[in-house]
């Protein structure tokens, strides 16, 4: 794939930021003309990510992507694991959870909280190991006031609730290694949040978990919106932190100390997935803000 000669500056600049850390090799290109993708997850042996701009869910195996799941409207993205062997998909034009079944029928749409909010902007989940998902809904997109994203639950019987308020652009979010703590990330305050999770089910007092510019010194490319997107626990003990418009995964241990970056082409990275034998998928952009959205899905081995 030929790279623009700005992408191409850009790779050349990240290079230069590797000094005194690990820096990994290139990730390989597994679907080139991908429309806005997000959120890839390894799922019953298949890859499946969501296409935003093209509203709808692709599975890949085998070299090969294919739509599994194309809806008259939802914006999707994301999508996990629910119940037994069902997906959910978050569905952001048009706000919306939407469950679906392992053919890729559609079962049913969550519309509203238990105490009958509607939601803003799903953007993300993580499993909470009981069958339900934690998912976040990320409010106005806007640098200032007002600050409405959420953290919401949803149980295994499609029940929701708000868990947590006033965050600025929820995004990504995963459980701690040791299941204690839910880490959030606030794309547009450029940090990481940190809840405890209580025995009840509900979030305890929310802590700065990191700030990204305390990890990792900002690249050629950063601007206001290069904050944390989608983000996983991986099994190496390890955190992935896709950096949305630095062209980098940030993987960073316990002590919240950078292990290694892994650099892509494309500068709006907007989620990472882990899948067997320790590898990475990881979906970009090359531009967020003009159509036709052209990215990327990507594998990288470590």
Known sequence: MTLPALTRSLCAALALTCSGISCAASPTVIAPRAAYP???LWHAGRLFYVEYAANELRVWHDGVSASFWKPAQCGPSAVAEFG????LVACYDTNQLVEIDADG????????DRDGRSFQGPNDFTPDGAGGVYFTTSGEYALQAPITGT???LTADGVASVLAE??????????????RQLLVAEMLAGRIL??????DGTLGPRRVWARLNDIAPPTPHSDAYNGPDGMKAGADGNYYIAQNGSARVLVVNEGKRLVRQIHVPT???????????GAV??????????????????????
């Open 166 to 179: 006033t965050i600025h652009y929820a995004n990504g979010l995963t459980r701690s290694h040791d299941g």
């Open 38 to 40: 997000e959120s890839p």
């Open 281 to 302: 998928y990881i979906t970009g952009l090359f531009d967020e803000w003009h159509a036709p959205y052209s990215g990327a899905v990507y594998r990288w081995m470590p």
């Open 84 to 87: 037994a062997a069902h997906l």
């Open 267 to 277: 500068p709006y990275v907007t989620n990472v997935g882990l899948g067997p034998d």
């Open 194 to 199: 940190e809840f405890p999770l209580l025995q």
């Open 105 to 112: 029928v559609e079962l049913r749409r969550i519309e509203r």
């Open 151 to 153: 953290v919401q639950h």
